[in-house]
C-alpha cells in the first residue's frame, strides 16, 4: 500500500469557517468523528488516484452530523437535517447551486451503503470515511500509520457509546427520527418502549384491497 501523509483541512476561508462551525455546534467526539471521516476518505481516495474537489469532500465530512447536534429541530431523519444545515450554511456564503448540491448529497446519502458509491467521488469518499470510522468498511482500506496518526490528532472519546447515546438522544427528543434506519436501529436496542416501523405493517394497512 502506497505511502501517504496524513490529509490536512484545505486552506481556503471558507473551510475556516466550517472548522469553527463544526467545533462550536458538536460535542467533542463529534467533531473528532467528522474530521476523521475526513482524513479517511482524502485518504482513501489519494490511494485509489480519484480525481475530486479536496474542498468539497472536507465540507460533506465536516458537516455530515449536524443533524446530530442540539441545533437539529428532528423533525425527519438526522441526514436529511444535517445536509440542510449544510446547505444553509454555504449559501449565506455565496456557495454556487452545484457544490451545495453535491454537499447536500453527501451529507443526505452518508448511511447508506450503495448509492452513495454510484455518484461523484465526493459523495462516494464521504460515505465512505464515515463508514471506516464507524465499523462498516474496514480500517484496512487505510494504512495502519496513517490510521494512529488520525487517532492520534482526533482521538475517538469513548466515541462507540458517545454516538449510540447521541442517536438514542433524537429518539427522546422526537421519533420522527426513527425515519433514519440508523436511529431505528438504535432505538430498537436501546429503547424499552420504541418499536419501528415495519415494512410489512406498512403495506398491510395500505387503502387498497390487495
Not at 128 to 140: E, L, S, T
Not at 165 to 179: H, I, Q
Request: hydrophobic letters at 45%.
Amino acid at each position: 500500500m502506497n505511502a501517504i501523509e496524513l490529509p490536512e483541512i484545505p486552506d481556503s476561508t471558507l473551510c475556516a469557517e466550517a472548522t469553527e462551525h463544526a467545533r462550536a455546534v458538536s460535542a467533542p467526539f463529534l467533531f473528532n468523528h467528522v474530521a476523521r471521516t475526513y482524513v479517511f476518505g482524502d485518504a482513501l481516495g489519494r490511494l485509489r488516484g480519484l480525481s475530486y474537489d479536496r474542498e468539497l469532500l472536507y465540507l460533506a465530512c465536516v458537516f455530515h452530523d449536524l443533524g446530530l447536534t442540539d441545533s437539529a429541530p428532528v423533525e425527519t431523519r438526522f441526514e436529511v437535517e444535517g445536509a440542510d444545515a449544510a446547505r444553509a450554511f454555504l449559501a449565506a456564503r455565496g456557495v454556487g447551486a452545484r457544490e451545495q448540491e453535491v454537499v447536500w448529497d453527501a451529507i443526505a446519502l452518508h448511511t447508506t451503503m450503495v448509492t452513495p458509491q454510484r455518484k461523484r467521488p465526493e459523495i462516494a469518499l464521504c460515505q465512505m470515511g464515515a463508514a471506516i470510522d464507524v465499523g462498516y468498511a474496514p480500517r484496512a482500506l487505510l494504512p495502519d500509520r496513517l490510521v494512529e496518526e488520525a487517532l492520534g490528532r482526533y482521538p475517538r472519546l469513548g466515541f462507540k457509546e458517545a454516538m449510540t447515546s447521541a442517536l438514542c438522544g433524537l429518539l427522546r427528543r422526537s421519533e420522527a427520527a426513527a425515519t433514519s434506519p440508523v436511529v431505528a436501529d438504535v432505538g430498537e436496542r436501546r429503547l424499552d418502549r420504541f418499536r419501528p416501523i415495519h415494512f410489512c405493517d406498512v403495506i398491510a394497512g395500505a387503502a387498497f384491497d390487495e
